[in-house]
């Protein structure tokens, strides 16, 4: 059980204490972003949304039955834009280059043609590449679930973890193959997996595979796919270098982008000024309130995320954390307490920041300063999630 404080009393209390320096996320070898983040939560309250209305229902669609009741057993009524505008000319057979931020339905924007795709030739094999082993993840495990009741058989293909049960996997011959640049270029170079044998490529988040240094992998990885194939990207940003990459791997693409909303209205965001105090014990006191039941806390640093979890274990604070320096096991053990509500608190570096839909957390908090804005607006996404509200705090 959680330790409960009245919220104004807590207010009351920070700016009564003088607070020691100790546990700071920001001591490292990175600079500190130099910014008002205020000027980040006035920007995204700025944009607003008109509600949605769809063109295309779900039962329009010419698709598979099973692939039908798959979808509304998924509680899946309305679409999404991405989903409205994209799965159109997927089922058509053409190349797509989706901008949209994560959250926004994009993975079933592009596994619900493909399943239908290989619903009608079961000798078709999909790629989907993606920037993160958690990203990966939840993309195959949604596959799962829309293709249930099919023979369709995928694997996903991963570092972090071993190499062995995922070579035997492939040699079964799945439709999809789901994975990180890196394992999968480990895998062809041991002649396990032919990227020419491929029609259909995902490449997902790619503005993030470039983020983590995968800009030499996945140029390697376009160089070796078939000539004839069904491209789709799908990207949050467009900068010089991911146009670059897409140009190599998309010829004649229908061109989607939905960056109508950076920030949902659900969201309520605001910041937190420190006043010379100590970051951990401002958060230690936010974390007593009742209302902070499942909170994502975003750090910039390995070491400093490990020294503030175990500072928040010290006073009793239930957590876990996750980043790159974990083991896959390890991460994905702190990402299933978290989600099982075993834990208050999950910290993590921005590594949780994309992709990763987790239910009803209560508050994102910013206990570092996101680098861009970009990176913010990724960050606060992880709450506020299918229509209900959220909150995000950042610390300053």
């Known amino acids: 059980m959680y330790r409960h404080n009245n919220h104004n009393r807590y207010k009351q209390s920070l700016r009564s204490k003088d607070l020691r320096r100790n ?32 063109t295309h229902s779900f039962s329009d669609f010419q698709i598979h039955s099973i692939l039908k009741q798959n979808i509304a057993s998924k509680g899946y009524k309305i679409l999404t834009p991405i989903q409205d505008s994209a799965i159109p000319p997927l089922l058509a057979g053409k190349n797509v280059v989706g901008i949209a931020e994560t959250g926004t339905g994009k993975t079933a924007a592009f596994l619900i043609p493909l399943i239908n795709k290989v619903l009608n030739n079961i000798r078709e094999k999909v790629l989907i590449i993606t920037p993160t082993r958690e990203l990966a993840i939840q993309v195959e495990q949604e596959l799962r679930e829309l293709a249930r009741g099919t023979q369709i058989k995928s694997v996903i293909c991963i570092g972090g973890v071993g190499i062995g049960g995922q070579i035997h996997s492939l040699r079964r011959n799945p439709n999809f193959v789901v994975g990180t640049p890196g394992r999968l270029i480990d895998l062809d170079r041991q002649r396990i997996l032919d ?12 503005d993030r595979m470039l983020d983590l240094g995968f800009i030499v992998d996945v140029t390697y990885i376009v160089s070796k796919l078939s000539h004839s194939r069904h491209s789709l990207f799908f990207s949050a940003t467009l900068p010089e270098r991911v146009q670059k990459i897409m140009k190599e791997f998309v010829r004649e693409p229908v061109v989607i982008s939905v960056k109508t909303q950076p920030t949902p209205e659900n969201i309520n965001q605001d910041i937190v000024k420190l006043n010379g105090r100590e970051k951990i014990d401002v958060l230690d006191e936010l974390l007593t309130n009742r209302e902070f ?22 006073r009793r604070v239930t957590v876990a954390a996750i980043h790159g320096n974990k083991s896959q096991g390890q991460r994905q053990k702190a990402l ?23 239910k009803d957390v209560t508050h994102v908090i910013n206990y570092d300063l996101p680098g861009t804005y970009e990176d913010y607006i990724h960050r606060i996404g992880r709450t506020g999630r299918a229509n209900k509200k959220g909150n995000a705090l950042t610390f300053v």
């Open 23 to 54: 546990g700071n996320f920001s001591r490292g070898i990175r600079k500190t972003p130099v910014y008002d983040p205020a000027l980040f939560i006035k920007k995204s309250a700025e944009h607003t949304i008109e509600e949605y209305t769809p």
């Open 195 to 206: 990227f020419g044998l491929f029609k259909s490529i995902v490449l997902d988040e790619v």
């Open 293 to 314: 039941e499942k909170v994502l806390v975003f750090g910039r640093t390995k070491r400093g995320i490990d020294r503030v979890a175990r500072a928040l274990s010290d």
């Open 336 to 358: 299933e307490l978290f989600k099982n509500n075993k834990v208050q608190v999950l910290l993590a570096t921005d590594i949780a920041s994309r992709g990763l839909d987790i």
